[in-house]
């Protein structure tokens, strides 16, 4: 089987003033595979969440190759990248992002509402199912607002998993939450990750919850550092 994620020399400038140019990744090689469970860590400015974003196709690379399950994306114009993305990854981020006027079950439904075609009942169905995976169940018809963040937190996973992706980006998914709700949502993504062989890309500070994975990733100053094992 393909990798899920393989990055050839990714490098990425940003403009931060005509002329000058600041190269923060300078040529990433990374390779996932189908079912891994990843932290990747670094200090802060390091480059984490400019990587999650061109591997999330949210923003381009400067140079270097992107295979998503073995698709080159390269060369791929903008809408076909975005049909990619909709289908192959689902996101997670530190802030929820749930819309605060709709019920749990339609922020589920949202990423199958922006694909379109998906017919009302299975949609529902849909919801339904995740909700009462994430232990929601009974909050479907609930507000998103008159939950607490670990719960909108568990919403917001149901929601990254409505189209079946292949990936799940998660940026800092615990970073606003109490130990506890932390620990609940950590380990939530990590029965769905062995339930279900979605493999998981995780941004964290977190060291407690990065040994629980199958591997680390460190950037350091735009540059991945060594592989190394979650110590024990
Ligand atoms: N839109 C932008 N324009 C200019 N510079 C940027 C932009 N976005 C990020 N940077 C710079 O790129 C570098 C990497 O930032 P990035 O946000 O990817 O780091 P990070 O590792 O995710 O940090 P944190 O852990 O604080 O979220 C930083 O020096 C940052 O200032």
């Not at 999330?56 to 049909?83: C, F, Q, V, Y």
Request: glycine share 8%.
């Amino acid at each position: 089987m393909a990798d899920v994620l393989v990055l050839d020399q990714i490098r990425k400038s940003y403009n931060v003033g005509t002329p000058v140019e600041v190269e923060v990744l300078h040529g990433i090689d990374l390779a996932i595979r189908p079912g891994e469970f990843v932290a990747l860590m670094g200090p802060s400015g390091s480059g984490k969440s400019t990587l999650l974003n061109i591997i999330g196709l949210l923003d381009r690379p400067a140079s270097g190759r992107l295979l998503i399950n073995g698709e080159d994306t390269t060369d791929l114009p903008d809408a076909a990248l975005t049909k990619l993305r909709g289908h192959t990854i689902g996101f997670v981020f530190q802030y929820h992002y749930l819309i605060s006027a709709f019920t749990a079950a339609e922020n589920v439904m949202m990423p199958m509402l922006v694909d379109r075609g998906h017919p009302d009942r299975q949609m529902e169905e849909r919801a339904a199912e995740l909700l009462d995976r994430v232990g929601l169940g009974k909050w479907r018809d609930n507000r998103a607002t008159n939950m607490s963040g670990g719960q909108q937190q568990r919403v917001a996973v149901a929601r990254a998993l409505a189209m079946d992706p292949t990936l799940v980006l998660a940026d800092e998914p615990t970073g606003n939450l109490d130990t506890a709700s932390a620990n609940a949502v950590f380990e939530l993504m990590r029965q769905i990750n062995r339930e279900r062989s979605t493999t998981f890309l995780i941004v964290t500070h977190n060291m407690d919850l990065a040994r629980q994975c199958d591997r680390i990733v460190e950037v350091v100053d735009g540059r991945i550092t060594p592989a190394r094992q979650p110590p024990g």
